[in-house]
């Protein structure tokens, strides 16, 4: 049982319910603004993000500023009851800025530099930028610092790219400099640059990866991504400084996007206090399930509850549509409330939205919104918003109560870019997809787990799923081997263990850097399948003797000292050897996964080796397929969240033997879900 968090906004013991508000696109209509107040007590919203983009208005011309819109909006906000997160502009520049400081614009992959225009395209180094920024920031701090509304900042918005202008790449040597210890030698070995005579005499004489300038050096285009990372990091702790240092009671975020490959966002959320990310699930597709869609949600929402095991913030999502998806489909009815309390089941303590009226022109017109343009209340979607505000008024003993995991995938963000990189194998590496996969085995069967990486503290998991961890980052192999020995499950697959943190190979054997002691194999070359290729194992996993499908990928493994082969290949020239093997290591133990096996196998194994290491799921109940079951825990309470990603009628029969209560307290024994329909109950121990 676990102690419960601090509210995110402090003072501020609710779940917050709120969007990104945009009154610096009306501010020549006071009677929209005077109506969205009215709207926004309506809809049961009770905080905003404000001023995001929204420097012009701010700034209209160098040196001149107008900053009394905004003490209106954060008083008038204040007044109607609202907490304002409250944004800096920095993702987009006034056109002044950029024409008489052009260092700030962005130079692209073809180291051509961009114009003025869209938002998102500022480089990170620029000194101007920099200055530019923080200045900004102070005079936001030194203006709001005693307001009432100050709940949260909101760091820019939505960091990504990169630049690779002259002040970028000069950065760039210097971070490698600090990285090499001033050693060029260093930095050939690590890079390998004897291939193709790239040997480097000198730092500088290191161009950026760029595509006019494909150097194949991976260890390069590694660090060139870490370093990429480095500088959005200090760009977003230049923001932060002033804010920090003026009001450092009011905490810092910044807003992330799922899986985004381009930093990496165990570094950012080092200099941030709270998690935020925005959510924009593709519901209702062709080709996929909702619930396949919902897994893969619990899967990003997991990753940033993850980056702090606590309570975090769900800056963003849609209260019906997007414009930006191929095919923008209508959130069907119910889904905006069940996608909502999906965020919620995962550790959110939030649900805002993008946006909060709809824009009369531009880009963002037909994203969907609270207030459509026909402006009133009787909408569909206001009527859902609304229901959502209903809800989350009831969940204030939730605020501050955490998600407690016995089981953690490890998704790495290092890794991803090395494999996604990498000359051979396959196309088919789907790194991002695989974890999932992995996921939903645990998700469907109502496991509540942690998304890491490579570096996060492995103690306390009882079952660690590693997939195709091809780089090991110095002391991640005796690391996971302290787990194992200390009796965790480990589970690996084939590609683990192939390469250093630089992208150089292991010698001596894969998996390296010692893993084959844990492992219980050397895995001594890998295979690669054409679509339509197939292998395939028969195995018992508890449901008696299967045979299950393999593609994509097989290892030839060979099994060492003590390891056993649980399931064989059944055809090609290495039919019969291992596809699957366990290998007692200490008090625990490790499965190597030899080969890529098809989801119906990994789901039979995960309920098997989840049994077996102990690791229970949230409330022992059966859950049929499409019904996801979350857990959010406090000192004396366990909280159940229910959900229904299914257009059929679920019934939940619930354990005898546990007095469970709906949220008014009257005892529950059965459960009967509509369409997208989602309970929450509770557990008092
Ligand atoms: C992102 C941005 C928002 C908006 C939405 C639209 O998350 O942060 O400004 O563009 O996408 O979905
Ligand atoms: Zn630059």
Same mark, same amino acid.
């Given at each position: 049982m676990m102690k419960k968090w601090r509210p995110v906004i402090r003072n501020f013991p609710h779940?917050?319910?709120?969007?990104?508000?945009?009154?610096?696109?009306?501010?020549?209509?006071?009677?929209?603004?005077?109506?969205?107040?009215?709207?926004?007590?309506?809809?049961?919203? +009770?905080? !905003?993000?404000?001023?995001?983009?929204?420097?012009?208005?701010?700034?209209?011309?160098?040196?001149?500023?107008?900053? &009394?819109?905004?003490?209106?909006?954060?008083?008038?906000? %204040?007044?109607?009851?609202?907490? !304002?997160?409250?944004?800096?502009?920095?993702?987009?520049?006034?056109?002044?800025?950029?024409? =008489?400081?052009? &260092?700030? #614009?962005?130079? +692209?992959?073809? #180291?051509?530099?961009?114009?003025?225009?869209?938002?998102?395209n500022h480089c990170y180094t620029s000194p101007y930028y920099r200055r530019k920024t923080a200045e900004m920031n102070r005079m936001l701090a030194e203006r709001y610092k005693d307001h009432p509304a100050l709940g949260m900042w909101h760091i820019s918005n939505e960091y990504g790219g990169e630049c690779y202008c002259e002040n970028c790449q000069n950065a760039f040597r210097n971070w490698l400099r600090e990285k090499y210890h001033n050693n060029i030698e260093e930095l050939n070995e690590q890079w390998w640059t004897y291939f193709w005579s790239h040997t480097y005499s000198d730092f500088d004489e290191i161009e950026v990866p760029s595509d006019r300038g494909e150097h194949m050096i991976h260890g390069m285009n590694l660090d060139w991504k870490r370093f990429v990372t480095h500088q959005t990091k200090t760009f977003m702790e230049n923001e932060i400084r002033p804010l920090r240092e003026i009001t450092p009671d009011i905490p810092v975020t910044t807003n992330m996007m799922e899986t985004f490959e381009g930093y990496n966002?165990?570094?950012?959320?080092? @200099?941030?206090?709270?998690?935020?990310?925005?959510?924009?699930?593709?519901?209702?597709?062709?080709?996929? /399930?909702?619930?396949?869609?919902?897994?893969?949600?619990?899967?990003?929402?997991?990753?940033?509850? @993850? #980056?702090? /095991?606590?309570?975090w913030f769900m800056m963003e999502s849609t209260p019906s549509l997007v414009n930006w998806h191929r095919v923008n489909k209508l959130k069907r009815p119910g889904m905006h409330l069940l996608s909502s309390v999906q965020a919620i089941a995962h550790g959110a303590d939030s649900v805002q939205y993008f946006q909060w009226r709809k824009g009369r022109g531009a880009s963002e017109k037909f994203h969907g919104a609270v207030i459509d343009h026909v402006g009133h209340e009787h909408t569909r979607v206001f009527h859902e918003v609304k229901q959502v505000g209903d809800l989350l008024k009831q969940l204030d003993e939730v605020v501050g109560t955490n998600v407690e995991a016995k089981a953690a995938i490890i998704f790495d963000w290092e890794n991803r870019w090395a494999l996604n990189d990498l000359q051979g194998l396959s196309d088919k590496r789907n790194y991002e997809q695989t974890c999932k996969q992995h996921y939903r085995s645990l998700w469907r069967q109502g496991i509540a787990t942690d998304v890491?990486?490579?570096? =996060?503290?492995? =103690?306390?998991?009882?079952?660690?799923?590693?997939?195709?961890?091809?780089? #090991?980052?110095? %002391?991640?192999?005796?690391?996971?081997? &302290?787990?194992?020995?200390?009796?965790?499950?480990? !589970?690996?697959?084939?590609?683990?263990?192939?390469? +250093?943190? +630089?992208?150089?190979?292991?010698?001596?054997?894969?998996?390296?850097?010692?893993?084959?002691?844990?492992?219980?194999?050397?895995?001594?070359?890998?295979?690669?399948?054409?679509?339509?290729?197939?292998?395939? @194992?028969?195995?018992?996993?508890?449901?008696?003797?299967?045979?299950?499908?393999?593609?994509?990928?097989?290892?030839?493994? %060979?099994?060492?000292?003590?390891?056993k082969t649980l399931a064989v290949y059944d055809k090609d020239f290495y039919q019969g050897e291992p596809a699957l093997t366990r290998n007692q290591y200490g008090d625990g133990c490790c499965y190597h996964m030899a080969a890529r096996f098809e989801t119906e196998m990994l789901f039979d194994f995960y309920e098997k080796i989840c049994k077996e290491s102990g690791v229970n799921p949230v409330l022992e109940v059966n859950i049929p397929e499409g019904v996801s079951i979350q857990e959010r825990v406090s000192e004396d309470t366990a909280y159940y969240f229910i959900m229904n990603f299914t257009d059929k009628i679920q019934s939940i029969l619930l354990p005898e033997n546990k007095e469970i209560k709906d949220l008014a307290g009257n005892e529950v024994h059965q459960l009967q879900l509509g369409t997208f329909d989602v309970k929450i109950v509770k557990e008092t121990k």
């Open positions: 779940m917050v319910h709120g969007a990104d508000y945009n009154p610096d696109q009306w501010l020549n209509h006071p009677e929209i603004i005077e109506e969205d107040m009215r709207l926004m007590k309506l809809a049961g919203m +009770n905080s !905003v993000s404000l001023g995001i983009f929204a420097w012009k208005a701010l700034e209209p011309a160098e040196g001149v500023y107008t900053f &009394e819109w905004l003490d209106r909006m954060m008083d008038q906000l %204040h007044e109607n009851g609202m907490k !304002v997160v409250l944004a800096t502009p920095s993702g987009a520049r006034p056109a002044w800025m950029d024409l =008489s400081h052009p &260092e700030v #614009l962005r130079v +692209n992959r073809n #180291l051509e530099k961009n114009l003025h225009g869209g938002r998102h966002p165990w570094e950012l959320a080092q @200099s941030v206090d709270v998690i935020s990310w925005d959510n924009y699930p593709a519901w209702h597709e062709n080709t996929r /399930k909702d619930w396949e869609v919902a897994a893969d949600v619990g899967f990003n929402h997991d990753i940033f509850r @993850s #980056l702090k /095991k606590k309570p890491i990486s490579q570096d =996060s503290d492995f =103690s306390g998991y009882h079952l660690i799923v590693a997939p195709m961890l091809y780089l #090991l980052k110095p %002391h991640v192999a005796d690391r996971l081997k &302290e787990f194992v020995k200390n009796g965790g499950t480990l !589970v690996t697959s084939y590609a683990t263990g192939y390469v +250093n943190e +630089n992208d150089l190979c292991f010698m001596g054997g894969f998996p390296g850097d010692g893993m084959m002691d844990v492992t219980g194999v050397w895995a001594e070359e890998i295979d690669s399948l054409f679509e339509g290729q197939e292998n395939s @194992s028969r195995i018992d996993l508890g449901k008696g003797e299967k045979t299950y499908r393999i593609y994509d990928f097989c290892e030839r493994v %060979h099994p060492r000292n003590e390891c």
